[in-house]
């Protein structure tokens, strides 16, 4: 509880600062194993980068793929970055519609790095079994990457589905996307 009133604080601080900056989304690329070419789309409005992609699911259970059990989205992004500041990202949201059986776990993994860095942000939210219906998973990041100042830069957003039934085979699960992925953007001075 601490911890996440210090993120708030953090967050609410650093938008009292760059409150009036925009994000300007000059270039953009999706592809994954969730999103083929062309079945994607990516908008930035009002301090959010959504991901909108058809079909995005992971599918666990007897008789499907291994390779069915983790789909991924990745988005690059060619940003122009205000002068005098920079960015970075303070949490993903991603509406789903799940269906977990006992034994079976879904989750949502999300990442953002800066292209030409070796490190970024990324967590993971975690549906147990026996769980059915639609859920709001939230991958929460501290932000620690934050971009160059001014200029263009490249950030990858990533969104990884998984499911899995390892501790029962003999169940089944998904996890599919309801809507976008909504990446929310926070701003300080350089």
Do not use: H
Request: charged fraction near 15%; include cysteine; glycine fraction near 10%.
């Amino acid at each position: 509880m601490v911890q996440t009133l210090i993120k708030l604080a953090f967050l609410l601080c650093v938008a009292l600062q760059a409150s009036a900056q925009t994000l300007r989304l000059s270039k953009s690329t999706v592809i994954g194993t969730g999103c083929k070419p062309g079945s994607a789309t990516v908008s930035v409005k009002n301090g959010v980068v959504s991901v909108d992609a058809d079909n995005f699911q992971a599918n666990a259970g007897p008789g499907v793929p291994i390779s069915s059990n983790r789909k991924n989205c990745q988005a690059a992004l060619t940003i122009d970055i205000p002068a005098g500041y920079q960015f970075a990202f303070g949490e993903t949201k991603l509406p789903a519609q799940v269906k977990a059986d006992q034994g079976v776990q879904v989750s949502v993994g999300s990442e953002y790095y800066f292209q030409g860095t070796v490190s970024g942000d990324q967590d993971t939210a975690t549906v147990p079994g026996g769980t059915s219906g639609t859920v709001t998973l939230v991958n929460e990041y501290a932000p620690k990457a934050w971009s160059s100042c001014g200029g263009s830069q490249v950030v990858n957003l990533n969104t990884a589905l998984r499911a899995n039934n390892f501790n029962n085979k003999g169940a089944s699960g998904f996890i599919k996307t309801r809507g976008s992925v909504d990446t929310s953007i926070v701003w300080k001075k350089c």
